[in-house]
């Protein structure tokens, strides 16, 4: 089932993908095995995905929203830890990230680079008490979030007042001739590169899969909008490249 207009009460990110799953309940343990088993993977995919938007887009785009020494921070869909290394340089000692991810093989890859704590858990469903963190941070995730609306719920509820939430996304382009180019990079080349480069069938479905949710995903302003009836004000986007969103919001 869709429902992603402005009006009901979950916001679905895309319609049911039945090349991967067969209905939405099967959705959220098709994503925990399928990152679970492309895990090992994931870096060194980043690398060749990330057009050098590594770890020093990320610490750029987190202060950018605002992100400052000291502050507490919640990683949603921390994966290996990318943003959450990247949001600890910035925090320094002063401060303390917490990265979250339901998947374990993921989780485990994190800890393998950072000792900072990691739960694992859904963003939907936060095991945090209320006003818990002042910043919340998600990379490349929200597409995989059953509901928006819970979602952002949850991030106003264990933020401060005043906290920020900054959420980093691919934005396919408008034009047509660069969204076809991102289409061939992304659907084609990247999976083929990335089974030449790993023999992993769960790594390539992984590329696929981030392709095809990434091209299925409701518009930036339904995102934005789903920030502002969860609560966030302040709510904007900006862009860089062309293709990076950047979607940040306070807690009032
Ligand atoms: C593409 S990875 C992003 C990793 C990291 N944030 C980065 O910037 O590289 C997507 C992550 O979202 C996680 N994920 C999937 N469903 C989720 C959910 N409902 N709540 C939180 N994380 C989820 C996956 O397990 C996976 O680790």
Redesign the pocket.
């Known amino acids: 089932m869709r429902q992603t207009s402005e009006g009901s009460d979950r916001i679905v990110p895309h319609g049911t993908l039945t090349k991967y799953y067969g209905s939405d309940s099967e959705r ?1 343990r098709y ?2 095995d399928l ?1 679970d088993q492309g895990s090992v993977h ?1 870096d060194a995919i ?1 690398e060749l995905l990330s057009f050098g938007t590594g770890l020093r887009y ?1 610490k750029d785009a987190l202060k950018r929203s605002g992100l400052s020494e000291g502050m507490r921070v919640l ?6 830890g ?2 959450a290394r990247a949001a600890a340089k910035v925090t320094g000692e002063r401060g303390g990230v917490v990265g ?4 374990i093989g ?1 989780l485990i890859e994190s800890r393998r680079r950072s000792p900072s704590p990691a739960t694992q858990a ?3 469903a936060l095991p945090f008490r209320d006003a818990a963190f002042n910043f919340i941070s ?4 929200l597409r ?3 509901d928006l609306l819970a979602a952002f719920s949850e991030y106003l509820r264990v933020l401060q007042p005043g906290g920020r939430v900054l959420i ?1 996304e691919i934005t396919p382009p408008r034009r047509r001739l660069a969204y076809w180019m991102l289409r061939i990079y992304m659907n084609n080349i990247i999976p083929f590169l990335v089974h030449m480069g790993t023999h992993s069938g769960a790594a390539r479905t992984m590329m696929e899969y ?1 392709w095809d949710t990434t091209a299925n995903c409701v518009p930036p302003d339904t995102i934005l909008s789903a920030m502002t009836r969860a609560g966030f004000v302040d709510v904007k986007r900006t862009m860089t490249l062309g293709i990076f969103s950047e979607y940040s919001g306070a807690r009032p």
């Open positions: 959220s994503l925990r990152f994931y980043n990320r990683d949603v869909a921390t994966g290996t990318g943003v979250l991810d339901p998947s993921m859904f963003g939907e998600m990379g490349y995730a995989h979030l059953p980093l981030y």
